[in-house]
């Protein structure tokens, strides 16, 4: 795999303590939040105690009981000093102990994932639920009553807390989740979370920049709430919808705070029609002498548009080029926020898939790109990260780099060419 393949690849993966598993130690009345009445829910219970002046991430597995949940409505409560707590959907059947990256961890309670972020050690699917106040709303919840998030039974969720102990004591940090469910026989529509993502970040150092990502609406959905989602350089934020010509419609959310963010649920709920788009930007300020770019870890930023949604669309919710998760994030337009032509972002794109490319080279490329380019931009760079569209999965399955590089070369000639003699004004 080469430099570039393993920066997409790792782009498009996605970000002393006592821990429960899924039995039900998992429930019972805390300090923070008394779980649900019987019958109408179960809760979740994460707890870690941080060292003094400690910035990390715990995480946590949680097993879906053999019945499955329709979960309605979540209520999260948390000790204060946490940028977020996420739940995440994973493609486990049983809790996993070896990483993405080989390394085999205890995952019997709450362990640190702070290295590589949670994304970046374990598989996702997408989200399903949590908070960015310690007090706020979640992410989950104004649905009507007869639909659901729903969580299949057996199925692994990946709890995840990002935490900074500020103070001169260790921290003893308590998070609480309610879930609260209804019968399946009363749900009629599946709910989902959009999750958007984008990959390409780049803020040189004593700079600012901005990341920019347009997402298609695949089918007719009804928006309930919304949310932003950035690291410490993040100043400011808006997600607005578009027709599908590019003209505004109304603004989604904006924000000028990364932090301590609580979702704007939408009264009345927005209904999103097939061909509309949500184009939304992060704005940022670098105070430090080096480049930042995209990635999982707090020395890295994120840029992401969340929200609850129903009914269910695979393919709108991961903002994917197919129709299932595998296209996940590439169904994206990436609009560039620089000077570059065509020319000298396709020769960019192209050093960016040599042997001496570094982390954050092809952020570069795309965030410097002037917008009047970014289908093209885009255009050229999906055909990259997908080998081809996927018509070199056969050259590219094995350890023959050459192979796979010509055959990339040759299928992305055209999205290449057409970039590279695309103007600025």
Not at 199 to 216: H, K, L, N, T, W
Request: glycine content about 12%.
């Amino acid at each position: 795999m080469n430099a570039f393949h393993k920066s997409i690849t790792a782009a498009l993966v996605m970000i002393g303590g006592v821990g429960c598993s899924s039995d039900a130690g998992m429930m019972g009345s805390g300090s923070l939040l008394d779980p649900p009445a019987a019958g109408q829910g179960l809760q979740i219970k994460m707890t870690s105690t941080l060292e003094a002046g400690l910035e990390t991430e715990r995480c946590m597995f949680y097993q879906v009981p053999a019945d499955g949940l329709y979960v309605n409505k979540q209520q999260i409560k948390y000790t204060p000093g946490s940028h977020h707590v996420l739940m995440y959907t994973t493609p486990y059947t049983e809790i996993p102990t070896v990483t993405i990256g080989g390394k085999t961890i205890d995952t019997s309670g709450v362990f640190d994932c702070g290295e590589n972020g949670a994304t970046g050690d374990w598989q996702v699917l997408g989200a399903a639920g949590g908070a960015q106040n310690s007090d706020g709303p979640p992410i989950v919840g104004g649905l009507p009553s007869d639909t659901a998030f729903k969580l299949a039974g057996g199925s692994i969720l990946l709890v995840n807390a990002h935490y900074l102990n500020a103070g001169d004591k260790p921290l003893d940090a308590e998070i609480y989740i309610n879930l609260y469910t209804v019968p399946a026989a009363q749900v009629t529509r599946e709910a989902g979370i959009l999750f958007f993502y984008d990959p390409f970040i780049s803020v040189p150092g004593e700079s600012m920049a901005i990341a920019r990502e347009v997402c298609p609406i695949s089918k007719d959905i009804t928006l309930v709430n919304a949310q932003s989602h950035m690291h410490a350089r993040g100043y400011g934020y808006t997600a607005n919808l578009l027709d599908g010509s590019g003209t505004m419609v109304q603004e989604l959310f904006s924000t000028t705070s990364w932090e301590a963010v609580k979702a704007k649920q939408m009264d009345p709920a927005v209904n999103l029609t097939a061909g509309q788009l949500i184009d939304f930007r992060c704005n940022y300020r670098n105070n430090e002498a080096r480049t930042i770019s995209q990635g999982r870890t707090t020395r890295d930023e994120m840029c992401m548009f969340l929200g609850l949604y129903y009914p269910k669309d695979t393919k709108t919710e991961l903002c994917s080029l197919s129709d299932d998760a595998s296209g996940r994030y590439l169904g994206a337009n990436w609009i560039g926020n620089g000077t570059a032509s065509g020319a000298q972002t396709a020769g960019c794109l192209q050093a960016a898939t040599g042997a001496s490319a570094m982390k954050g080279d092809l952020d570069a490329c795309v965030v410097n790109a002037c917008a009047a380019i970014s289908a093209q931009t885009s255009s050229a760079t999906r055909c990259l990260a997908t080998r081809g569209l996927g018509m070199c999965a056969t050259e590219c399955g094995g350890t023959d780099q050459a192979a796979c590089s010509a055959c990339v070369g040759e299928k992305c000639t055209p999205a290449m060419t057409a970039l590279a003699t695309a103007a600025c004004p």
